[in-house]
């Protein structure tokens, strides 16, 4: 049974720095396409960053140069490292795989930060940013 268990979330001031985890278990397979996404009060839930089994990454536009996403293959563990936090970042933050271990860089950044692309979800981590 697959599993994605986020940890990391936090309270941070407006400039400051979290770190995500989410660590997968259960895969029959040690290669999948991962991605963090947030949902904010009252919106829907968008794609953040993804990287695939290449360690090719996408990004929103929104926080190019801010979040960088990596993972740590032999942990199996992801992670979204994000820096010079805003109010706006303020979301639940939920990791995802996709089984089918797309390569990202056949896709551009939208198309890689949809929904539909991931088949597992995790439960989520609250992150709150005050100003």
């Known amino acids: 049974q697959v599993q994605l268990v986020e940890s990391g979330g936090g309270s941070v001031q407006t400039g400051g720095s979290l770190r995500l985890s989410c660590v997968a278990s259960?895969?029959?397979?040690?290669?999948?396409?991962m991605g963090w996404f947030r949902q904010a009060p009252g919106k829907k839930r968008e794609g953040v960053a993804c990287?695939?089994?290449?360690?090719?990454?996408r990004y929103t536009d929104s926080v190019k140069g801010r979040f960088t996403i990596s993972q740590d293959s032999a942990k199996k563990t992801l992670y979204l490292q994000m820096n010079s936090l805003k109010p706006e970042d303020t979301a639940i933050y939920y990791c995802a795989a996709d089984s089918r271990a797309r390569r990202w860089k056949h896709y551009n950044d939208y198309t890689a930060l949809q929904e539909y692309i991931y088949d597992y979800w995790g439960q989520g981590t609250q992150v709150t940013v005050s100003s």
């Open positions: 990287i695939d089994g290449e360690n090719f990454t």
């Open positions: 259960g895969f029959s397979s040690s290669d999948y396409s």
